[in-house]
Each structure stands twice: as structure tokens, then as C-alpha cells.
């Protein structure tokens, strides 16, 4: 059986045929696999929507009949442009290919043909059987919206049906946890058009947001972080000295700052180090621990922005740390435990570690980059974790060991990253005098843990379908009353609880004991706690989970209760 990505590929050519065949007009683009499928971008002359989509599923099953195996065809440049004379998108890879000293190769299967590398499955009739095509989108053409924008159609393909049916199932349950609906649904966050992918966080994602910062900044102490706040606009010449306006200039917001050229800042190092350069530096002042939640900016493609998952204005829980080179395999296992603290202990996520090598365009010495390559990878053997190269995926600044937590729904997210950088304190001339009395340059590490709080968020929010754990709950507690009678004492105990540090609120609307049950439970609340004559009287409450199971304890057992269950961070 082929592998995913040559059975996805292989199904992009199949869509492919489709559309050729319904739309022969269309112009092909490129239709490559990705991590849950394929797609293949195209040129309509006529709009298409999602409804065309089983049309084409129909064209895709009657075409994969006659397709018994994929042929491949060595071709000149002058036999690829001749093929292709009327699609330009084709003749711009060809160029692109020949002038890379690429050979070109046409695949045939059935009656279609297409300009491709490779990389296909073996008998198409009898493997390309499970596939469904998913949604369509709007793509620019090579990525850049300086170039026409495409129709994107999304698919997927598996080797057997039961593994297709769970993936399709797993696509059902993530639009009920879709984190746009349920951040309306539970009040937590909003958009507006006058700022376009920055999030406006209302009180109940804004608890959040504080709760999880408040998380941190007490392992930091622990941990030996000292925060900083530092500035959100800087000079062209700090982006300069640092590689940014070289490497990374087109991700920026460039302004004028006293009539010249200033950007908003993307990331936080060059900064970091400005404060390190404050005062003279010796071995014994390190290693140095920056830790900083100041607002980022990145000028991301108004057509990727995302819900809270791709936005342009967010928050690290970013750090900095600079270390001899004496220091840098403890404080890399330090950051290391840190990640695996959070991850494992106190989220109970599953993930996996990928070490992401030196990209085409980077800076430095190679040798230098060779060197903390051959660190990171030696770390991580050391410590028995198993990782995986992710070649040409570093920073441009340095390798970097990144961290994909896996979900409920077993979807893999980027999250936190460590960073070894040469690079950066020796291009602002940063030191330290070491031991032999003499300056030496600094090694800096760049690591977050959660990364984008923002993204993180919407992480949690479909993980936990908007259930959150109780520390984490914007209400962790509604007290309902059963009549008008029982108001005032509910609101006594809210305030007693309250004042002990838990977040109550108080449900006495003149509605139904069920319907409030009801509006709670849609809400996801913790715990519900009902008053009438009975409780009133005894002082034994009637406590409901989120499970729907009821209990019956008094007031100081139940605060005992959750009191410990936050304390404990219990998932």
C-alpha cells in the first residue's frame, strides 16, 4: 500500500480529471498533499460552490474505473510548453523547473496527463476508492496577493474506508467545537472589521487570558524568570542590526516614526537584548532569564486569518535566555521540563517533538548553525525523547526544537518552541566577561511555552468543546434560586465565595429550575448550585456537575472541594 502522501497526490490528480472534464476550460494550477488530505488549485472562467462538490465526486468515481496505473513520461522544455501552450500557471513551472536544472516528467493515468514530479500509488482503481472532497476556498496563485486569486478545492483520501469514515466523523465533531461559534456561544471574544484580525476579548475570555498569564508568572518565579515590558514601535536600524528587515521584513507593519521608517514589532528578542546591553555583564550574572507578554504584531495575508488560530495581533508567553556555553545543555533540559510540565502534568496533552533545521534563507555561519544543530539533537537524546528532523524549517537565525500537542480530536498543533541562536547577541555585539577575565558573546535561547495565548486559547476552547477546567472556567459557579424568596440568601453565599476567591454568579431570573439548568448547561458551567426552602433550612446544598450527576454536601465541604480541584489544576 502506498504511502499518504503518494495516495493524496494521487487523488488530486483525480480531481483534477474531474474538473477537466466538467469544466474543460478550466486552467490547472498545482494540486499537492497535505497533512489531513490534498488540494488543487484552478482557474475558472465560471464561479463553482461547495454544491458542485458530489458532482464532481461523481466524475472522480466514474474516471477512476478506467485509471489502472500511472505512466511516467521524461519530456523536454519545448515538449512541456508545447503540451501545456494554454495554461500559464504550467508554463511558469516549467520555466521554473528547467531553470533549476529540473527534469520534467508528465504522469498518465486513463486519458489524463499532468505535469508532476511523482509520487503516486501503484494501481489507482483499487486504492483511490476512499475519498470525499471537503470544501472550497479561494487561493492567490503561489501564495502572493499580488497574483490572481484561484479556486482551492480541499480533499481527502485513506487507504480504507473505516479510516476515512473516522476522519469525516472527526470533521463533524470539530464544527461543533469550532472555536468561532463557541467563543460567540459562551461570550468570550469578538471580532470587528475595523481591525482585522486582532481580537477584541470580552470579561469572560479576558478571565482566561489573566488566568493562564497568572499560571505562568508563578512558574516563572519558580522557575527564575524575571518579566519585563518593553516598547511596541522601534526604529528601522533594530531590524536592521537583527536580520529582521532583511529576512522577515514583509511579515512587519512598517510606519513612519519621526519621519523615518519604524515597524511595529513582530517579536520581542531584539529588545530583550537592548536590555541585556544595559549593564555590563559577567559569567555569574547568567544564565539570564527575559520573560515578556508584550502585544506582537505580524502583517499576516488578510485571506489566512483565522478565528484566534491566524491573527495579526497577539501575545507570547515569550522568554529570552542567555547562557555561556557552559550553561546551555542545563538551561535547554530546564526549558525542556518546563514544556513537559505544562503539556504532560497540568494540560494532559499527548505530543511530539520535531527539530527543525537551517533554512534556505538564513543567516550566520554555517559552521555555527552545524554546531547548535548537533546541541539540540544531543539534548533530546540524552533525555530519551523521540523527535523527528523537519529539515529547512528553523527560524533564520537558528534551529530550533518545536513542540505539536495532539487534541481530542487527535489533530496536531504547533505549539511551544525552543531556539538556539549564535546568531543574533553577536550581531548587536552583546558580552559577558567569563571567567578568564576576558569578553565573551553570549548563547541566547528563545522559547515559548504556550506560544500565541490567543491561538492557545482556541486550542483549549475546542479541545475542551468550552468546557474548561474549573481554575481555568470564566464561571465556575451559578447558584440558581427556585423562587423569589431564596434570592437573597443565594447572593449571601455568592459573596462568601467569592471573597474566598471563586467565581460566582448568582441565577434568580423568573424562569423554571429546569429551564436555568438548561441555559447553564449550554453555557458549560462547572458546577450548578440550586436553592430552595429545603437547602435554606438544612444548609446542605444540591451541587450539579457538568456530568449531570447531583450531590448533596454543605457549604464548606463543596468549597473545600473546589478549592482543591483548582488548586490541584485537575483536567
Same mark, same amino acid.
Given at each position: 500500500?502506498?504511502?499518504?502522501?503518494?495516495?493524496?497526490?494521487?487523488?488530486?490528480?483525480?480531481?483534477?480529471?474531474?474538473?477537466?472534464?466538467?469544466?474543460?476550460?478550466?486552467?490547472?494550477t498545482?494540486?499537492?498533499?497535505?497533512?489531513?488530505?490534498?488540494?488543487?488549485?484552478?482557474?475558472?472562467?465560471?464561479?463553482?460552490?461547495?454544491?458542485?462538490?458530489?458532482?464532481?465526486?461523481?466524475?472522480?468515481?466514474?474516471?477512476?474505473?478506467?485509471?489502472?496505473?500511472f505512466?511516467?513520461?521524461?519530456?523536454?522544455?519545448?515538449?512541456?510548453?508545447?503540451?501545456?501552450?494554454?495554461?500559464?500557471y504550467?508554463?511558469?513551472?516549467?520555466?521554473?523547473?528547467?531553470?533549476e536544472?529540473?527534469?520534467?516528467?508528465?504522469?498518465?493515468?486513463?486519458?489524463y496527463?499532468?505535469?508532476?514530479?511523482?509520487?503516486?500509488v501503484?494501481?489507482?482503481?483499487?486504492e483511490?476508492?476512499?475519498?470525499?472532497?471537503?470544501?472550497?476556498?479561494?487561493a492567490?496563485?503561489?501564495?502572493?496577493?499580488?497574483?490572481?486569486?484561484?479556486?482551492?478545492?480541499?480533499?481527502?483520501?485513506f487507504?480504507?474506508?473505516e479510516?476515512?469514515?473516522?476522519?469525516?466523523?472527526?470533521?463533524?465533531?470539530?464544527?461543533?467545537?469550532?472555536h468561532?461559534?463557541?467563543?460567540?456561544?459562551?461570550?468570550?471574544?469578538?471580532?470587528?472589521?475595523?481591525?482585522?484580525?486582532?481580537?477584541?476579548?470580552?470579561?469572560?475570555?479576558a478571565?482566561?487570558?489573566?488566568?493562564?498569564?497568572?499560571?505562568?508568572?508563578?512558574?516563572?518565579?519558580?522557575?527564575?524568570?524575571?518579566e519585563?515590558?518593553?516598547p511596541?514601535?522601534?526604529?528601522?536600524?533594530?531590524?536592521?542590526?537583527?536580520?529582521?528587515?532583511?529576512?522577515?521584513?514583509?511579515?512587519?507593519?512598517?510606519l513612519?516614526?519621526?519621519?523615518?521608517?519604524?515597524?511595529?514589532?513582530?517579536?520581542?528578542?531584539?529588545?530583550?537584548i537592548?536590555?541585556?546591553?544595559?549593564?555590563?555583564?559577567s559569567?555569574?550574572?547568567l544564565?539570564?532569564r527575559?520573560a515578556?507578554?508584550?502585544?506582537?504584531?505580524?502583517?499576516?495575508?488578510?485571506?489566512?486569518?483565522g478565528?484566534?488560530?491566524?491573527?495579526?495581533?497577539?501575545?507570547?508567553?515569550?522568554?529570552? %535566555?542567555?547562557?555561556?556555553? #557552559?550553561?546551555? *545543555?542545563?538551561?535547554?533540559?530546564?526549558?525542556?521540563?518546563? @514544556?513537559?510540565? +505544562?503539556?504532560?502534568?497540568?494540560?494532559?496533552?499527548e505530543?511530539?517533538?520535531?527539530?527543525?533545521?537551517?533554512?534556505?534563507?538564513?543567516?550566520?555561519?554555517?559552521d555555527?548553525?552545524?554546531?547548535?544543530?548537533?546541541?539540540?539533537?544531543?539534548?533530546?537524546?540524552?533525555?530519551?525523547i523521540?523527535?523527528?528532523?523537519?529539515?529547512g524549517?528553523?527560524?533564520?537565525y537558528?534551529?530550533?526544537i518545536?513542540?505539536?500537542?495532539?487534541?481530542?480530536?487527535?489533530?496536531?498543533?504547533?505549539?511551544?518552541?525552543?531556539?538556539?541562536?549564535?546568531?543574533?547577541p553577536?550581531?548587536?555585539?552583546?558580552?559577558y566577561e567569563?571567567?578568564?577575565?576576558?569578553?565573551?558573546?553570549?548563547?541566547?535561547?528563545?522559547?515559548?511555552?504556550?506560544?500565541?495565548?490567543?491561538?492557545? %486559547?482556541?486550542?483549549?476552547? #475546542?479541545?475542551? *468543546?468550552?468546557?474548561f477546567?474549573?481554575?481555568?472556567?470564566p @464561571?465556575?459557579v +451559578?447558584?440558581?434560586?427556585?423562587?423569589?424568596?431564596?434570592?437573597?440568601?443565594?447572593?449571601?453565599?455568592a459573596?462568601?465565595?467569592?471573597?474566598?476567591?471563586?467565581?460566582?454568579?448568582?441565577d434568580?431570573?423568573?424562569?423554571?429550575?429546569?429551564?436555568?439548568?438548561?441555559?447553564?448547561?449550554?453555557?458549560?458551567?462547572?458546577?450548578l448550585?440550586?436553592?430552595?426552602?429545603?437547602?435554606?433550612?438544612?444548609?446542605?446544598?444540591?451541587?450539579?456537575?457538568?456530568?449531570?450527576?447531583?450531590?448533596?454536601m454543605?457549604?464548606?465541604?463543596?468549597?473545600?472541594?473546589?478549592?482543591?480541584?483548582?488548586?490541584?489544576?485537575?483536567?
Amino acid at each position: 500500500m502506498a504511502n499518504l502522501d503518494a495516495l493524496r497526490h494521487s487523488a488530486a490528480h483525480l480531481l483534477a480529471a474531474a474538473v477537466i472534464k466538467l469544466w474543460p476550460d478550466a486552467k490547472r494550477t498545482i494540486g499537492p498533499p497535505i497533512e489531513d488530505g490534498f488540494y488543487y488549485d484552478f482557474e475558472f472562467s465560471v464561479p463553482i460552490t461547495e454544491a458542485d462538490l458530489p458532482k464532481i465526486e461523481k466524475a472522480m468515481k466514474e474516471i477512476l474505473q478506467t485509471w489502472k496505473k500511472f505512466e511516467k513520461q521524461e519530456v523536454s522544455v519545448q515538449e512541456a510548453k508545447k503540451e501545456f501552450k494554454d495554461n500559464l500557471y504550467k508554463l511558469e513551472l516549467i520555466d521554473e523547473f528547467a531553470k533549476e536544472g529540473q527534469s520534467l516528467t508528465v504522469y498518465q493515468s486513463g486519458g489524463y496527463r499532468d505535469l508532476c514530479r511523482g509520487g503516486h500509488v501503484e494501481n489507482p482503481s483499487k486504492e483511490l476508492q476512499h475519498f470525499k472532497l471537503l470544501k472550497v476556498a479561494g487561493a492567490y496563485w503561489r501564495g502572493s496577493e499580488k497574483n490572481k486569486m484561484l479556486t482551492r478545492i480541499y480533499g481527502t483520501a485513506f487507504p480504507t474506508k473505516e479510516e476515512l469514515q473516522e476522519y469525516l466523523t472527526n470533521i463533524e465533531e470539530a464544527k461543533k467545537r469550532d472555536h468561532r461559534i463557541l467563543g460567540k456561544q459562551l461570550d468570550l471574544f469578538s471580532f470587528n472589521e475595523v481591525s482585522p484580525g486582532s481580537v477584541f476579548f470580552h470579561p469572560k475570555g479576558a478571565i482566561i487570558y489573566n488566568e493562564l498569564m497568572a499560571f505562568l508568572r508563578k512558574e516563572y518565579k519558580k522557575r527564575g524568570y524575571q518579566e519585563v515590558i518593553t516598547p511596541t514601535i522601534y526604529d528601522k536600524s533594530l531590524w536592521e542590526t537583527s536580520g529582521h528587515w532583511e529576512h522577515y521584513k514583509e511579515n512587519m507593519f512598517v510606519l513612519k516614526m519621526d519621519g523615518k521608517d519604524a515597524s511595529l514589532k513582530p517579536m520581542n528578542c531584539p529588545s530583550h537584548i537592548l536590555l541585556y546591553k544595559t549593564s555590563l555583564k559577567s559569567y555569574k550574572n547568567l544564565p539570564l532569564r527575559i520573560a515578556d507578554f508584550a502585544p506582537l504584531h505580524r502583517n499576516e495575508l488578510r485571506g489566512v486569518l483565522g478565528g484566534l488560530t491566524r491573527v495579526r495581533r497577539f501575545s507570547q508567553d515569550d522568554a529570552h %535566555i542567555f547562557v555561556t556555553e #557552559e550553561q546551555l *545543555e542545563q538551561e535547554l533540559n530546564n526549558v525542556i521540563d518546563f @514544556v513537559k510540565y +505544562v503539556y504532560s502534568d497540568v494540560f494532559k496533552f499527548e505530543y511530539s517533538v520535531n527539530l527543525s533545521t537551517k533554512p534556505e534563507k538564513a543567516m550566520g555561519d554555517p559552521d555555527l548553525w552545524k554546531k547548535a544543530e548537533k546541541v539540540l539533537a544531543e539534548v533530546l537524546e540524552k533525555k530519551k525523547i523521540p523527535f523527528k528532523i523537519n529539515p529547512g524549517d528553523g527560524a533564520f537565525y537558528g534551529p530550533k526544537i518545536d513542540i505539536q500537542l495532539k487534541d481530542a480530536l487527535k489533530r496536531n498543533h504547533q505549539v511551544a518552541t525552543i531556539q538556539l541562536d549564535f546568531q543574533t547577541p553577536s550581531r548587536f555585539e552583546a558580552t559577558y566577561e567569563g571567567k578568564d577575565g576576558k569578553k565573551h558573546t553570549p548563547i541566547m535561547i528563545h522559547r515559548a511555552i504556550l506560544g500565541s495565548l490567543e491561538r492557545f %486559547i482556541g486550542i483549549l476552547i #475546542e479541545h475542551f *468543546e468550552g468546557k474548561f477546567p474549573t481554575w481555568l472556567a470564566p @464561571v465556575q459557579v +451559578v447558584i440558581m434560586t427556585i423562587a423569589d424568596r431564596h434570592s437573597a440568601f443565594a447572593k449571601k453565599i455568592a459573596e462568601e465565595w467569592n471573597e474566598e476567591g471563586l467565581r460566582v454568579e448568582v441565577d434568580d431570573r423568573a424562569e423554571s429550575i429546569g429551564k436555568k439548568v438548561r441555559d447553564n448547561q449550554m453555557l458549560k458551567i462547572n458546577y450548578l448550585v440550586t436553592i430552595g426552602d429545603k437547602e435554606m433550612e438544612s444548609g446542605n446544598l444540591a451541587i450539579r456537575t457538568r456530568d449531570n450527576k447531583v450531590q448533596t454536601m454543605n457549604k464548606a465541604e463543596f468549597l473545600n472541594q473546589i478549592q482543591k480541584e483548582i488548586k490541584e489544576k485537575a483536567c
